[in-house]
């Protein structure tokens, strides 16, 4: 069977930025060789990757994801090949993606639409730009006359968050990896194959470095109903976002999606947790006991992901310390 690399996403809910180094830290002496931070509404995933990088010393780092217009390419690269200048020579993924349509709207003022064309250009321009070049003319991202003053140390590598066939395609159209979320095992095959159809429609042969990543959520416990409760609590309302409700019907449950759409647009939360049954909560997070973490974690490997990135869900950062220890690489 294909080992996955294992590794941290410092993101657990709760926890302040000083705990979230520290344990990548604990990682890090554990044998977990990378630290993915996400940016949704908690610590700014450059900042904390940052200060991960000057307590670490062999941890590559990445982020996934950030939206595509809540900074520009100037500025991702900026962010990008500082945190690389921190690490001194080792591996920085930056994984860039749509995020949502009530994220921008509501919390940024930034546009969604059109997604795929955003994501694709801002992928594009901060690949360019961190290349070297002053200028990107396209239809929606526009730099001109910019010049990256203090360069990355180390490899960038520029990634592409991706749920469903189209923003998997336009990470194997341009993309050095692609970053998942929330999917089971099963799936994997099919968005391996959309990223390579992205990529012979560009007409480009992928990478030696491409890699699938995806963040795992896991949520250790003895009590299989209370820890489904707190995936349905974190994650029922991603599946009543436009993008995560069609993946979700792509991924194989349509009646369920449509239930949680209607739910979710009537304010009904109980609808939405009715819907997001336990078949639906089992196949997109990690709940149970570590053996049961580890099968799963196996069933992943198999499936083809490359690097899987624990989110682990826990009341304290001693029990993610104590997850970290139990699941460490072997």
């Not at 062999?58 to 500082?82: F, I």
């Not at 860039?96 to 009530?102: A, K, Q």
């Not at 990478?207 to 995806?214: E, G, L, N, S």
Request: aromatic fraction near 6%; charge should be negative.
């Amino acid at each position: 069977m294909p080992a996955v690399e294992l590794s941290l996403s410092p993101t657990s809910p709760g926890l302040d930025a000083p705990t979230l180094v520290e344990l990548c830290v604990v990682a890090e002496s554990l044998g977990y060789r990378s630290a993915w931070a996400a940016e949704v509404a908690g610590p700014g995933a450059f900042a904390l990757l940052g200060a991960v990088a000057d307590r670490t010393t062999s941890l590559d780092l990445g982020v996934a994801v950030v939206a595509a217009t809540t900074r520009s390419p100037a500025m991702l690269g900026m962010e990008a090949a500082t945190v690389s200048q921190l690490l001194g020579g080792r591996t920085f993924w930056l994984g860039i993606g749509s995020s949502s349509r009530f994220i921008l709207d509501s919390w940024h003022g930034a546009p969604f639409d059109p997604a795929l064309g955003r994501v694709r250009e801002a992928v594009a321009a901060t690949q360019a730009l961190l290349g070297g070049a002053r200028e990107f003319h396209g239809e929606h991202v526009r730099v001109s006359r910019f010049a990256l003053t203090s360069v990355p140390a180390g490899p960038v590598r520029v990634a592409v968050g991706a749920l469903g066939p189209g923003m998997l395609a336009v990470a194997g159209a341009v993309g050095d990896g692609v970053c998942l979320n929330l999917m089971p095992p099963g799936l994997v095959p099919r968005q391996r194959a959309a990223v390579l159809a992205g990529a012979a429609a560009a007409g480009r042969v992928l990478p030696d470095h491409f890699r699938i990543m995806a963040r795992l959520h896991a949520v250790p416990t003895d009590d299989l109903s209370a820890g489904r409760e707190m995936v349905r609590s974190g994650f029922g309302p991603y599946f009543g976002q436009p993008v995560y409700n069609r993946f979700l019907a792509w991924m194989g449950y349509p009646e369920e999606a449509a239930a949680i759409a209607a739910a979710f647009a009537a304010g009904d939360r109980d609808g939405v947790d009715k819907a997001m049954h336990d078949g639906i909560v089992d196949a997109v997070a990690l709940v149970g006991r570590i053996g049961r973490i580890r099968e799963r974690l196996d069933e992943y490997a198999a499936a083809g992901l490359d690097i899987a990135a624990l989110n682990v869900i826990a009341p304290s950062a001693g029990e993610v310390a104590d997850t970290l220890k139990a699941l460490r690489p072997l």
